[in-house]
């Protein structure tokens, strides 16, 4: 999955497996001529008094792809064209109810994964 900006129309296009899917007119971020940060991510949402629901699978990032919710592959793109990875200095995880979701960047894991963020949790009474 990818978002990138055509550079002749200054649209934003969401890209699955190499198709284009659709995307955001430029007129609707006239503040985003360029960025200072990238962020991935995931959130819940619950009813006042609710129980948090179940982020992902359900379970904590353990490094395994079929457990908690996973990006692969994640990349930036910058103003020249020319495509990289974050680095390990340059992220910083952020969970604001680690009994219930947590986070983990494990960084370039070989082949096909490249670089791997995952995040989820089981939910529950997050105090939120």
């Given at each position: 999955?990818?978002?990138?900006?055509?550079?002749?129309?200054?649209?934003?296009?969401?890209?699955?497996?190499?198709?284009?899917?659709?995307?955001?007119?430029?007129?609707?971020?006239?503040?985003?001529?360029?960025?200072?940060?990238?962020?991935?991510?995931?959130?819940?949402?619950?009813?006042?008094?609710?129980?948090?629901?179940?982020?992902?699978s359900g379970h904590f990032p353990d490094g395994k792809s079929s457990h908690a919710c996973y990006f692969r592959s994640a990349t930036i793109e910058d103003d020249s064209g020319?495509?990289?990875?974050?680095?390990?200095?340059?992220?910083?995880?952020?969970?604001?109810?680690?009994?219930?979701?947590?986070?983990?960047?494990?960084?370039?894991?070989?082949?096909?994964?490249?670089?791997?963020?995952?995040?989820?949790?089981?939910?529950?009474?997050?105090?939120?």
């Amino acid at each position: 999955m990818s978002i990138t900006r055509d550079p002749h129309t200054k649209n934003w296009w969401l890209t699955v497996g190499g198709k284009n899917i659709g995307y955001y007119p430029a007129k609707l971020f006239s503040n985003l001529d360029s960025a200072s940060i990238v962020g991935w991510g995931g959130r819940t949402r619950a009813n006042v008094g609710d129980t948090s629901p179940e982020m992902g699978s359900g379970h904590f990032p353990d490094g395994k792809s079929s457990h908690a919710c996973y990006f692969r592959s994640a990349t930036i793109e910058d103003d020249s064209g020319d495509i990289y990875g974050p680095k390990s200095n340059q992220i910083v995880s952020y969970s604001d109810a680690t009994n219930c979701y947590d986070v983990h960047f494990f960084g370039h894991q070989g082949g096909d994964a490249g670089i791997v963020l995952q995040f989820g949790g089981p939910g529950g009474s997050c105090g939120t």
